[in-house]
């Protein structure tokens, strides 16, 4: 499958604990995007990243979550110290280039869910 | 700043109807690009369409159709004899390098 691999597909953290979601691009892609979808805000953007650099992070809270695309492995989005707002589902997507004429293609998402 | 709209929520249909999804946008580029994506109940989004700003050319690709307008800011999505595998939430996007996403519609195609 040389589509866009996120993992895990479910992820169930307790209040308090940290959240590690994981996706790999697909192949020859080092644009990394990720969205969250919340039951009542629709999907909106948080990050984008090129390999080892943040390019926008507009959309990602200030604090607690942080996110990464390094060198080598897959880019990670971190969320520490979980509450209950966080539950959603966090897509990642990839292109090739920058571009707005780019599409994205995504992942098949994790669903995080907060107890 | 981008904003997108999609006002229909939910569209129910029987099998073979055809289904048009609506979508306005609004952004101050001249030169732009809307996407429709399509997430089916098992959660997934799937890329469908892309169209730029500057051809307002009207294309099919199958049962998928799509009218762009410029002078009303609207970029429609036509799904023809729908199917019931059809069935999924349907999102309108602009692209500026991040996807700004319509709230989506709801289609459910009954048999």
């Known amino acids: 499958n040389a589509g866009v691999m996120q993992n895990p597909r479910h992820l169930v953290r307790r209040r308090g604990q940290e959240a590690r979601l994981r996706c790999s691009p697909m192949k020859g892609h080092s644009h990394v995007y990720w969205y969250r979808q919340l039951p009542e805000e629709g999907l909106k953007f948080m990050v984008y990243?090129?390999?080892?650099?943040?390019?926008?992070e507009s959309g990602m809270p200030k604090e607690r979550f942080s996110a990464e695309f390094p060198k080598e492995g897959p880019s990670i989005l971190r969320i520490q110290q979980v509450v209950r707002g966080d539950s959603a589902a966090y897509f990642c997507?990839?292109?090739?280039?920058?571009?707005?004429?780019?599409?994205?293609?995504f992942g098949d998402g994790t669903r995080l869910s907060i107890l | 700043a981008q904003k997108v709209t999609q006002a229909q929520t939910e569209i129910s249909v029987v099998e073979k109807e055809d289904v048009t999804l609506d979508c306005v946008y609004e952004?101050?580029?001249?030169?732009?690009?809307l996407f429709w994506y399509k997430q089916p109940p098992s959660g997934e989004l799937v890329f469908l369409i892309r169209r730029n700003s500057f051809d307002e050319q009207n294309e099919i690709s199958g049962r998928y159709s799509w009218n762009f307008q410029k002078s009303t800011s609207s970029f429609n999505f036509t799904i023809t004899a729908s199917q019931v595998v059809d069935s999924a939430v349907y999102f309108c996007?602009?692209?500026?390098?991040?996807?700004?996403f319509g709230a989506g519609t709801t289609v459910t195609v009954r048999a």
């Open positions: 952004t101050r580029d001249t030169t732009y690009y």
């Open positions: 990243l090129q390999k080892e650099n943040i390019i926008d």
């Open positions: 997507a990839s292109s090739l280039g920058q571009g707005a004429d780019q599409p994205q293609h």
């Open positions: 996007a602009l692209n500026d390098y991040k996807l700004s």
